[in-house]
Nanobody
Framework: QVQLVESGGGLVQAGGSLRLSCAAS????????MGWFRQAPGKEREFVAA????????NYADSVKGRFTISRDNAKNTVYLQMNTLKPEDTAVYLC???????????????????WGQGTQVTVSS
């Protein structure tokens, strides 16, 4: 059973930065496409960023493009989300997810991911 644990969330002022981490255990992390999603109160879960298990292709939601960067360290079984120039509308619970299909796809739908972490809260004050 794959377990994902996010960390790095917190309270930050608008314009600030945070780096989220997601540590994986119980599976072969280097074979998983990974994604970050977020969910704000009263809103649906939305795609933020994704990275493939090989070649490390990346994809971003338009709302974060140019501000957020997804990366991974397979030696540490960890995926990261560097968030810069944060805005109040970035406030949400951020969740990481793993796709163990083995295919080199940049998954953008939550239904395409098999495993999820519990999430970490990010709050951006104005």
């Amino acid at each position: 059973q794959v377990q994902l644990v996010e960390s790095g969330g917190g309270l930050v002022q608008a314009g600030g930065s945070l780096r989220l981490s997601c540590a994986a255990s119980g599976g072969t992390f280097s074979n998983y496409n990974m994604g970050w999603f977020r969910q704000a109160p009263g809103k649906e879960r939305e795609f933020v960023a994704a990275i493939t298990w090989s070649v490390r292709l990346t994809n971003y939601a338009d709302s974060v493009k140019g501000r957020f960067t997804i990366s991974r360290d397979n030696a540490k079984n960890t995926v990261y989300l560097q968030m810069n120039t944060l805005k109040p509308e970035d406030t949400a619970v951020y969740l990481c997810a793993a796709d163990n299909s083995g295919r080199l796809y940049l998954r953008t739908s939550e239904h395409q991911y098999a495993y999820w972490g519990q999430g970490t809260q990010v709050t951006v004050s104005s």
